[in-house]
C-alpha cells in the first residue's frame, strides 16, 4: 500500500492561511471522495478534522477546511494560531487495497 | 463520552508475541468497524488492520498479513489484537480507532518496542 504524497513541512505567521497538499491517483484520492485530514500534537493520538474531503466534524473549527481538485486533496488553515502547530496527515480509501491509505505527514509550524 | 483504552504494550524479543487490547465505552460497540493503526518513532500513520462490527470483513495491511490477527468481542466490548513473530519494525504505537474509512476517534496508544 503506498502512501499518498505530502509536503514535509510547511510554515506560516499567525493569522495568515495555508495550505497542505495531499496527492495520490485515481484508485484513492482521486476517484473517491474518502479523503480526511487528521491533527496530531507531540505525544497525542490523531485527531479527525476533516471527512468525506470538505465535512468537519462537530466541534472542529470552520478555520479548517478542505477540498480536492483531481488526484490532490488539500487542507487550508486559515487564520493560523499558535495550537494549529502540529503534524498533519491526510488518508483516503483506495481501490488497491483493503485498508485506508495515509499520507506520509507534514509538519506545520507556526512562526 | 465515547473511549477507547489500549493495553498490553511493552518490550518483547525479536520473534516473540504479545496480544493488544482496546477497551470500548460510550458507545455501541457492535456496530461499528474497528481499526488498529501504528506510527513508528519520529514517523507516519500506518493502517495495520480493520474488522467489521460482525468480524465478516477482516482485513490486513502487508506488512503484518500472517503474522498479525485481528479479533473483537462484542459482548465485552473489547478489540484485540494478537502480534506473533515479532519483528524491530514493528516497533511502534498502536493506536485503536472506531470507524471505516474515517477515524473519528482513537484510543490514547500503547508502545510496543521489539528488541533484544
Known amino acids: 500500500q503506498s502512501a499518498l504524497t505530502q509536503p514535509a513541512s510547511v510554515s506560516g505567521s499567525p493569522g495568515q492561511s495555508i495550505t497542505i497538499s495531499c496527492t495520490g491517483t485515481?484508485?484513492?484520492?482521486?476517484?473517491?471522495?474518502?479523503v480526511s485530514w487528521y491533527q496530531q500534537h507531540p505525544g497525542k493520538a490523531p485527531k479527525l478534522m476533516i471527512y468525506?474531503?470538505?465535512n468537519r466534524p462537530s466541534g472542529v473549527s470552520n478555520r479548517f477546511s478542505g477540498s480536492k481538485s483531481g488526484n490532490t486533496a488539500s487542507l487550508t488553515i486559515s487564520g493560523l494560531q499558535a495550537e494549529d502547530e502540529a503534524d498533519y496527515y491526510c488518508?483516503?480509501?483506495?481501490?488497491?487495497?483493503?485498508?485506508?491509505?495515509f499520507g506520509g505527514g507534514t509538519k506545520l509550524t507556526v512562526l | 463520552e465515547v473511549q477507547l483504552v489500549e493495553s498490553g504494550g511493552g518490550l518483547v524479543k525479536p520473534g516473540g508475541s504479545l496480544r493488544l487490547s482496546c477497551a470500548a465505552s460510550?458507545?455501541?460497540?457492535?456496530?461499528?468497524?474497528m481499526n488498529w493503526v501504528r506510527q513508528a518513532p519520529g514517523k507516519g500513520l500506518e493502517w495495520v488492520s480493520s474488522?467489521?462490527?460482525?468480524?465478516?470483513?477482516?482485513y490486513y495491511a502487508d506488512s503484518v498479513k500472517g503474522r498479525f490477527t485481528i479479533s473483537r468481542d462484542n459482548a465485552k466490548n473489547s478489540l484485540y489484537l494478537q502480534m506473533n513473530s515479532l519483528r524491530a519494525e514493528d516497533t511502534a504505537v498502536y493506536y485503536c480507532?472506531?470507524?471505516?474509512?474515517?477515524?473519528?476517534?482513537w484510543g490514547q496508544g500503547t508502545l510496543v518496542t521489539v528488541s533484544s
Open positions: 480507532a472506531r470507524g471505516e474509512w474515517e477515524l473519528p476517534y
Open positions: 460510550g458507545f455501541t460497540f457492535s456496530s461499528y468497524s
Open positions: 474488522i467489521s462490527s460482525s468480524s465478516s470483513y477482516i
Open positions: 485515481s484508485s484513492d484520492v482521486g476517484g473517491y471522495n474518502y
Open positions: 468525506e474531503v470538505s
Open positions: 488518508s483516503s480509501y483506495t481501490s488497491s487495497s483493503t485498508l485506508g491509505v
